[in-house]
Each structure stands twice: as C-alpha cells, then as structure tokens.
C-alpha cells in the first residue's frame, strides 16, 4: 500500500542526454500525443485487472484540475474495460488541487509531501471508499505528490491506493552514473 511504481526512467532535456528516446516520449505523453496516450493506455489495460477505482494526480494548476494526459489515459482505461466487461470505477475527479501550486520542477529542492496535502482536497469519497485505488500520474521525481495523495485517499476510505508513473526522473547523479556525463 502506498507503493510508487514507474515504467521508464526520464531524463530531464538540460541534461542533453540521448537516452535512446524515452524521455522524448515521456514529453509527448504529457502534452497528449495520440500515439502515447494510446500505448499507455493499452500497456496499463495489460497488467491491471479489475474491480477498482482509478484516481489521477491532479495538475498543480486549479484551472488544469482535469485536463492531463492522465486523465485522458484514465478515460481510455475505463472504456477499455467497459468494453472487455471488466469494472473499473472512475474516480477521475476525486482528487482536486484546491489551490495552484508552483510546479515542482521549477522548484528544485521543495518537494515535500505537506505542499500537497494542503492544496489537493478528495471530492466523492464515495467513489473510493472501500476500494483499491490506482492513482496514475506522468513523471514521478520525489514522490511527494503521490505520498501526499495517497494519504489523503486513505483518509477517505481507499482500501488500498498503489500509484503508477509513467516515468521516473533521474537524479544528476543517476545520469551520470547510468549515461556518465552531461554534455
């Protein structure tokens, strides 16, 4: 429970790295390439079962509450699985940032989990309440975020919350020790 998971690692583009194409499209994804949003989905729709609510990050703007590629990829899911005769609750709109925050990565060295609990409110607890939840989020760097609403989720009554990035940011030093050195 609480547990982060990611498939790729990303490599911030200041880096100048050529990490064989990853992070490029991890980029797309956020800025909703078909061809990303469609992958994820597919890809996710394969190692999920059913029988649980999926939550999505929310953007760390309250004008952007709804509008990711999460969102779209948790739509896609949910479809998917309507489709297959599976069950898959949505609870797409249960985690609402209340108040913008500075997106993190313009804010290297201030990630903590409180900055999240403070600003992001769960609406429709019910839409949780007793289930397993699945929260989907783009790029994971420290993990507050997700810590943040994984708490808030459980408060209100998620059996259980797993979170899933797609990708997870590289430290400098992860560069340099997986590439060797930033041009």
């Known amino acids: 429970d609480g547990k982060i998971f990611s498939f790729f690692f990303y490599v911030p583009v200041r880096y100048n790295i050529d990490d064989g194409g990853t992070s490029r499209r ?8 078909e061809y990303m949003l ?6 996710l729709n394969g ?46 709109r249960c985690l ?11 804010t290297p060295g201030l990630r903590s989990e409180q900055i999240h609990l403070d600003t992001i409110k769960v609406y429709n607890p ?3 309440a007793g289930r397993n ?11 507050a975020s997700l810590r943040a609403v994984s708490q808030l ?21 992860q560069v340099i020790s997986k590439y060797g050195s930033c041009a």
């Open 126 to 128: 019910e839409a949780v």
């Open 26 to 33: 991890i980029l797309d994804y956020k800025n909703k390439a």
């Open 47 to 92: 190692i999920l079962g059913e029988d649980f609510a999926i939550a999505v990050m929310p953007s760390s703007s309250v004008e952007n509450n709804y509008n990711s590629a999460s969102h779209d990829t948790a739509g896609r899911l949910i479809r998917m699985a309507c489709f297959e005769g599976r069950v898959i609750y949505d609870a797409t």
């Open 96 to 106: 609402t940032r209340v108040k913008s925050i500075t997106p993190q990565h313009r």
């Open 38 to 43: 469609r992958d994820y989905a597919k890809h």
């Open 133 to 143: 939840v699945v929260v989907l989020d783009d790029i994971v760097t420290s993990g």
């Open 153 to 173: 989720l459980r408060a209100a009554g998620a059996t259980m919350v797993v979170c899933i990035a797609l990708g997870r940011t590289l430290t400098l030093s």
